[in-house]
């Protein structure tokens, strides 16, 4: 090691310690943020090499036990989108059996939502269905179609709405040619949101949802310490681009909004009745770290 690379070093190590101990001493440093130190070394054409650890862990770092790999997990087959992938909770796969063994009414009770041709079609009184599971931050996928038969218009015309944790709606209309709100159409956190673009298929096609959700954290006393977060592809399109939710998405009148309430860290994922008969199929669920 030569001499200026050892000065290097020791300067770089004493900037490291000065930097560190300053943020801590004046309580700012940031947890949300990724802890970047640097160590210069020697490499092995003689020139000073700058090594990088985020939090701890050395960039390229070989050993599994410092940087385990990631878990393999199989696709779904090639070409058929959305299909589930090994790690998934399927929630509706098109049979019987999976609403028998996923599904409920609100009350705990066999839901009235019906099978049509392979897919779970919304009753009108039915009320909403829901998951027995119970889930926290999640990917979700999950296939809509609005009906064919077109009826109403505005918020009446294929109205439902996927709900995670049974409370923040995402919303389910026939948004083809149908002028509503921005914060109600297909895409929408509800009253909070309007998607980023309108990628609505036409009524009776089937559409994809697939929503990243991170639910928001409560302290003791219930007051919010991070908020919800939705990333949402739909029909494959970036509707919703790391959103953070300012509030709840219930309605409470014609402009108002609803706040956040606190609630436990997993509850089950639901649809909603609004009336009109939307269909879904092919629902997973993959639940994520908070
Ligand atoms: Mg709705």
């Given at each position: 090691?030569?001499?200026?690379s050892i000065?290097?070093?020791?300067?770089?190590?004493?900037?490291l310690?000065?930097?560190?101990s300053?943020?801590?001493s004046h309580?700012?440093?940031?947890?949300s943020?990724?802890v970047?130190?640097?160590e210069?070394?020697v490499?092995p054409?003689?020139k000073?090499?700058l090594?990088?650890?985020?939090d701890g862990?050395?960039?390229?770092?070989?050993?599994?036990?410092?940087?385990?790999l990631p878990?393999?997990?199989?696709?779904?087959?090639a070409?058929?989108l959305?299909?589930a992938p090994?790690?998934?909770?399927v929630l509706?796969?098109?049979?019987?059996?999976?609403?028998a063994?996923n599904w409920?009414?609100?009350q705990?009770?066999?839901?009235?939502?019906?099978?049509?041709?392979?897919?779970?079609?919304s009753?009108k009184?039915?009320?909403?269905?829901q998951?027995k599971?119970s889930f926290?931050?999640?990917?979700?996928h999950i296939?809509w179609?609005?009906?064919?038969n077109?009826?109403g218009?505005?918020?009446g015309?294929g109205n439902?709405?996927?709900f995670?944790m049974g409370t923040y709606?995402v919303?389910v209309?026939?948004?083809?040619?149908n002028?509503?709100?921005?914060?109600g159409?297909?895409?929408?956190?509800?009253?909070r949101k309007?998607?980023l673009?309108?990628?609505?298929?036409?009524?009776?096609e089937?559409?994809?949802y697939?929503?990243?959700?991170?639910?928001?954290?409560f302290d003791a006393?219930?007051?919010?310490t991070?908020?919800?977060?939705?990333?949402?592809?739909?029909?494959?399109?970036?509707?919703?681009?790391h959103v953070?939710?300012?509030?709840g998405t219930?309605w409470?009148?014609?402009?108002?909004?609803?706040?956040y309430?606190?609630?436990p860290?997993?509850?089950?994922?639901?649809?909603?009745d609004?009336g009109n008969?939307v269909r879904?199929r092919?629902?997973?669920?993959?639940?994520?770290?908070?």
């Amino acid at each position: 090691m030569t001499r200026s690379s050892i000065l290097n070093r020791q300067t770089a190590l004493a900037a490291l310690i000065l930097s560190t101990s300053t943020l801590v001493s004046h309580g700012q440093q940031d947890m949300s943020k990724p802890v970047i130190t640097t160590e210069t070394k020697v490499g092995p054409d003689g020139k000073d090499v700058l090594y990088m650890y985020i939090d701890g862990i050395k960039v390229h770092e070989t050993d599994v036990s410092k940087q385990p790999l990631p878990p393999v997990v199989t696709p779904g087959p090639a070409g058929v989108l959305g299909a589930a992938p090994s790690d998934a909770v399927v929630l509706f796969d098109g049979t019987e059996k999976s609403i028998a063994e996923n599904w409920t009414d609100t009350q705990g009770q066999p839901t009235q939502w019906k099978m049509v041709g392979g897919a779970l079609e919304s009753v009108k009184k039915a009320g909403y269905i829901q998951t027995k599971q119970s889930f926290g931050s999640c990917q979700v996928h999950i296939e809509w179609a609005s009906p064919a038969n077109v009826e109403g218009d505005g918020q009446g015309r294929g109205n439902s709405g996927v709900f995670l944790m049974g409370t923040y709606e995402v919303q389910v209309l026939d948004s083809f040619q149908n002028v509503t709100y921005a914060d109600g159409q297909a895409g929408a956190l509800y009253g909070r949101k309007p998607p980023l673009v309108n990628v609505c298929r036409k009524p009776g096609e089937w559409q994809t949802y697939d929503i990243i959700f991170h639910r928001p954290l409560f302290d003791a006393a219930g007051k919010v310490t991070r908020r919800a977060t939705f990333t949402i592809l739909h029909n494959g399109v970036l509707i919703q681009d790391h959103v953070a939710l300012s509030g709840g998405t219930g309605w409470m009148g014609p402009h108002a909004a609803s706040e956040y309430k606190p609630h436990p860290d997993k509850a089950p994922f639901a649809m909603q009745d609004h009336g009109n008969p939307v269909r879904f199929r092919n629902i997973w669920i993959r639940e994520l770290k908070d």
